[in-house]
């Protein structure tokens, strides 16, 4: 029924007896004490050619009045960021 791949038949017989009688997904909470995910098959990742860096500036631009106010607005607006400058960095793998 699903297209996953096991190493051992341990693993498959574990996954049989939840992907064979119960619903698509099945749901995990994580515990208070362990609730961090980490990606751990790294033998099964590709190598990118390149990665992008990239960074935007922006200045802090006071403002008297509110031009966007409703009557329902909860927050009052006393900054507006005004994009200044940016730059981006592309490094391929294979460049000297």
């Known amino acids: 029924m699903c297209l996953n791949k096991f ?3 341990i693993s498959l017989d574990y996954h049989k007896t939840y992907c064979g009688a119960h619903k698509p997904v099945r749901i995990e909470i994580p515990k208070p ?3 961090t995910l ?3 098959n790294y033998n ?3 190598k990118v050619p390149f990665v992008i860096y990239a960074d935007f ?3 802090l631009q006071k ?3 509110c031009q ?3 009557e329902t607005s909860y927050t009052n607006t006393h900054q507006k960021h005004v ?3 940016f730059v981006y960095h592309v490094k391929y793998s294979n460049e000297k």
């Open 44 to 46: 099964q990742s590709l």
């Open 57 to 59: 500036e922006c200045m």
């Open 83 to 85: 994009p200044n400058n």
């Open 38 to 40: 980490e990606f751990e």
């Open 7 to 9: 190493d051992s038949k």
């Open 33 to 35: 004490y362990n609730n």
């Open 68 to 70: 966007s106010c409703d």
């Open 63 to 65: 403002i008297q009045t």
